[in-house]
C-alpha cells in the first residue's frame, strides 16, 4: 500500500477507517481503492492478500478487535491463576527451604506473583 498510494490518499483512507469505515464515507474511498487497490487486492489476483472490491470485504479488515471481554477472561483464566499459584507457593517453599541468599529466596517467591498481576494488568 505504501507504495501505491501517495501520502494524501493514504491519510484519506485513515481519516475514513478513523471516522468509522461507515458504508456513507465509503463511496468517497471506492474510487481509490478500484483504482490503486483492486490490482492486488482481488479474489482474481491470486495473491494470499484480503480482497478490497466491496465495502464488506473493506468492512472485514477495517474492523477493530477489541479482544475478549474481562468477564469471558476471567471465566477462563481463574482456573489456571489458581493452579499456577499453587505450583508458585510450592517452588517457593522448596526454595524458603533452601541455604540461598534470603535476598534470592525472597525474590523468587515474589517475582511470579509479581509477573501475574502484571499480566493481569495487562488486559
Do not use: N
Not at 493514504?10 to 477507517?17: A, E, L, P, S
Not at 478490497?52 to 491463576?81: M, N, P, Y
Amino acid at each position: 500500500m505504501a507504495d501505491r498510494l501517495t501520502a494524501e490518499e493514504r491519510d484519506r483512507v485513515f481519516q475514513w477507517i478513523r471516522a468509522g469505515a461507515t458504508r456513507d464515507g465509503y463511496a468517497k474511498i471506492d474510487p481509490l481503492f478500484k483504482q490503486k487497490c483492486a490490482t492486488c487486492h482481488s479474489a482474481q489476483s491470486g495473491m494470499p492478500i484480503p480482497p478490497l472490491t466491496s465495502f464488506e470485504d473493506v468492512q472485514k479488515v477495517t474492523t477493530i478487535d477489541t479482544g475478549e471481554s474481562l468477564l469471558q477472561l476471567a471465566r477462563v483464566s481463574h482456573i489456571h491463576l489458581f493452579g499456577i499459584s499453587i505450583i508458585f507457593l510450592l517452588t517457593g517453599a522448596i526454595f524458603s527451604l533452601s541455604v540461598t541468599p534470603v535476598w534470592f529466596r525472597v525474590f523468587v517467591l515474589i517475582a511470579p506473583y509479581l509477573a501475574i498481576v502484571m499480566d493481569i494488568g495487562s488486559w
